[in-house]
């Protein structure tokens, strides 16, 4: 049987490709099979690097914006260790449902929330575990739902009630933003103990500064079409879905971004090959984002890959590389004036209801005075 590799590339494939200036012959050599490895989990080699690219230590908060269906998400809880979060969040549940799987099967929950959300709105904090805020809880938070050790095994009419506020949900005209369905939380995630109004608190721009995430990945949904495995799937799936897969990657990079601590990593990657869905995205971000910088990916020195058109981004392909497809970009927010000027005066912002222009001048002019400029700062909106 000829393997799928070697097998001539669909003509609907082939137009797309042309379309997207990119040679079809990095699908065909004879030495281009992906490369999986297969330590505990399987994951394609090139997914993996963009997990590498991230440098999580231990103790970091990490968010990962497109979880399912998984491979990435272990790869991230089982370089975290034993400390630290990982919030992984997706829109499609039963696809997620196959990661908190993956995650069950493998025993690398422990530390891990995974939440059914659009990743383009999704503004929950990572939890960091302060039992002081828990012991000072009011009278009235004690009386609220709180989170039990979780379970697959839910009695039968916790699962009823579960089932009927998802029904109910449906029906209902929703007017303003759901909270994301949490459908999987770990012992040492933070989420056991703590009152459903806790969880759902979300963070300002303020907060974000200083309790935002350490790392955030965004592996954006895309066409899929530097996956050999994909390209296959569309056949059953038909050709005229290959553009409607596309959402808006631009949005998740924004929204992952404004998650980020000062200082923190994102990194945003695809499983394409085209332009328009890797450098083009890149650059009309970093116009939008002053504060947003590219990053080397020292990582990579070794790695059998190409330079992408933007310099400082990565190419993986299977001729290349014997993986599959995949486009990687490193960024760092270092504190743009306004998160900086924000930083420096904490204390100070803690105290004030309502900034007025004159307020800011006063407040910014010490500092100037100091030798640190801060006075084309904003404040976040």
Sequence with gaps: MEEPSKSPLPEAFLRFLQ??????????????????????????????????????????????????????????????????????VDVARHRLAACRTMLQKYSLGDRCRLFVADGTTFSLAPLRVDSRSRSCESSFEEKDERFREWTSRRPWKERKRAAKARETMSLQSVTTSENPELIFYGRHSGVVGLSKNKLYETMSDLEVSSCGYDKVLVDAECTHDGSVKHIQKFENWGWTTLQRRVLDALKLLRNGFRLLKVGGLLVYSTCSLTVAQNEDIVEQFLKENASAELQEINEAEEWPRKSGRIPKTLRFDPLTSQTSGLFVAKFTFWGAENRLFVAALQPRISAVVCFTTFEYSKLARPLHENGRDFSSGILPS
């Design 19 to 88: 379309a997207n200036g990119i040679d079809p012959s990095i699908y065909i050599a004879s030495d281009s099979t992906p490369r999986y490895l297969r330590q505990i989990y399987g994951i394609d080699a090139a997914s993996g690097a963009a997990v590498s690219v991230l440098n999580i230590s231990p103790g970091d908060h990490v968010l990962d914006l497109c979880a399912a269906p998984g491979a990435k998400i272990c790869m991230i809880l089982d370089l975290l260790g034993d400390s630290g979060s990982v919030t992984g």
